[in-house]
């Protein structure tokens, strides 16, 4: 029978299934931050169990820890609680034995789901899992990827394993070209545009279609990065001769002889013709425009051509309730045109377009316009995903690029795009960001998010407000 590349993937690795459905289901790889995994260690210190698969586990810091200050080391944690959950993570994984570790300041410590593809631990066709919402992220790799819960975290490391019940098959066809100016960020923004915040939820989405096959792993990574804000706890991209290249040889990626078996298998990872799709969403990437979210939603999307809603012309009364709760919060007037509204601070990182894709397509517009950040822009900074995004990114020059445009060139890790570090928005200021979550006080408590591509960031950074850069391209 056809199968899609979820059901493939998915047979792979049930161990067994009850009549209800309901499925143990063996997991490759465990991924470890330090904000979901305290109480999974405690778990099982409290119940005298062992991890399963040490060799499963790739651990690193990301959400706490400081972007500035690595000269101070440990001490320039400022935060007390940031601190406590960083050298917890350290003891937690000196106890279990030799997982893969980058811990705080080392070179290839990062955002989890930049450092899992780029060291080679995100593989096709693997079960992948952390107690993260974005671990979507890994299905650009056709791995069968999703965010777990603390209490899961912890069944995983025990058993090697997850109950789990099998979602819904979605195909999201993006055909034709894009426009020169946007990308992966833009497509996967007018997807969430289109079928709302809900629109997958209960599938995992497979993203198909000319424009996604154009897209290069972190574009890629980007769309997928962003299926949970779509609803689905996974979503999927196809094996292609661009995945099997991206995971050749890097660190902990099968090497030789075990490599050309494994690419043989990777390579019929992808939907068999005729296989079936529960719901079917076509978009034309011809139509799609940069997106700016003006709203505190990943939903609440236009084209940078448009204008910020009026509620009075919404029909549906929980709709209109919702823009206008929106609108608030923004302190944003119907009918005000999205490249008018400026900005105070520009945030270019997070798991969403941290990679040396987005460090490139940013400072190439940044160069490209050849002006520095503008004056009303209290703070506009660069933060890489990972320890070697920036180092590759500093030996391409893009550091001096950003820097002399009045950027700043921060240390990896999430950093603005969530309060989690000294990284945050004050109470009113409205930000540009490359992140994926608008939600109230995402960013810092009363903080204004705009959802962007890294382009769609600089030039906002540069011209203090939101331009169209197609104009650019
Ligand atoms: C802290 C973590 C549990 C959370 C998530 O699950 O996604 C964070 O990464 C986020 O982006 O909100
Ligand atoms: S960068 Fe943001 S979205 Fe990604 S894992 Fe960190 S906090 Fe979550």
Request: with cysteine; proline share 4%.
């Amino acid at each position: 029978m056809a199968r899609t590349l979820y059901d493939k993937i998915w047979d792979e690795h049930v161990v067994h299934t009850e009549d209800d459905g309901t499925t143990i289901l063996y997991i490759d790889r465990h991924l470890v931050h330090e904000v979901t995994s305290p109480q999974a260690f405690e778990g099982l210190r409290q119940a005298g169990r062992k991890v399963w698969r040490i060799s499963s586990i790739v651990a690193t810091a990301d959400h706490n820890t400081p972007t500035t200050g690595w000269e101070l080391g440990y001490d320039g944690i400022t935060d007390p609680i940031s601190k406590e959950q960083i050298t917890t993570l350290d003891a937690n994984i000196a106890e279990s034995g030799s997982a893969a570790y980058f811990p705080f300041m080392s070179k290839r410590q990062g955002i989890v789901h930049v450092i899992g593809p780029e060291n080679g631990a995100t593989l096709p066709g693997m079960t992948v899992v952390c107690g993260d919402s974005h671990t979507s992220t890994h299905g650009a790799f056709g791995a069968l990827a999703h965010g777990i819960g603390t209490s899961e975290v912890e069944h995983v490391m025990a058993t090697q394993t997850l109950l789990a019940k099998k979602a819904k098959n979605m195909l999201v066809k993006v055909e034709g070209t894009l426009p020169k100016g946007c990308g992966g960020k833009d497509i996967v923004l007018a997807i969430i545009g289109k079928i709302g915040t809900a629109g997958g939820t209960g599938y995992t989405i497979e993203f198909g279609g000319a424009a996604i096959r154009a897209l290069s792993m972190e574009g890629r990574m980007t769309v997928c990065n962003m299926a949970i804000e779509a609803g689905a706890r996974a979503g999927l991209v196809a094996v292609d001769e661009k995945t099997v290249n991206y995971v050749k040889g890097r660190l902990l990626a099968p090497t030789g002889v075990e490599f050309d078996a494994a690419a043989a298998y990777w390579r019929t990872l992808h939907s068999d013709p005729g296989a079936h799709f529960d719901a079917v969403v076509e978009l034309d990437a011809s139509q799609i425009i940069p997106q700016v979210t003006w709203g505190t939603s990943p939903e609440m999307v236009l084209g940078i051509d448009g204008r910020v809603p009026d509620p009075e012309k919404e029909k549906d009364s929980n709709k209109r309730g919702a823009i206008e709760r929106a609108l608030t919060y923004m302190n944003l007037e119907p009918g005000k045109a999205l490249n008018d509204i400026f900005v105070d601070k520009v945030f270019i990182g997070s798991c969403t377009n941290s990679r040396i894709e987005d460090m490139r397509e940013a400072a190439a517009l940044v160069k490209k316009l050849g002006q520095k950040v503008a004056k009303n822009i209290k703070l506009a900074m660069v933060v890489p995903g990972s320890g070697l995004v920036k180092e590759q990114a500093e030996r391409e020059g893009l550091d001096k690029i950003f820097i002399a445009a009045g950027f700043e060139w921060r240390e990896p890790g999430c950093s603005m795009c969530l309060a989690m570090n000294a990284d945050k928005l004050e109470p009113g200021e409205r930000c540009a960001s490359t992140s994926n979550r608008n939600f109230e006080g995402r960013q810092g408590a009363g903080g204004r998010t705009h959802l962007v591509s890294p382009a769609m960031a600089a030039a906002a950074a540069v011209h203090g407000h939101f331009v169209d850069v197609r104009q650019f391209a």
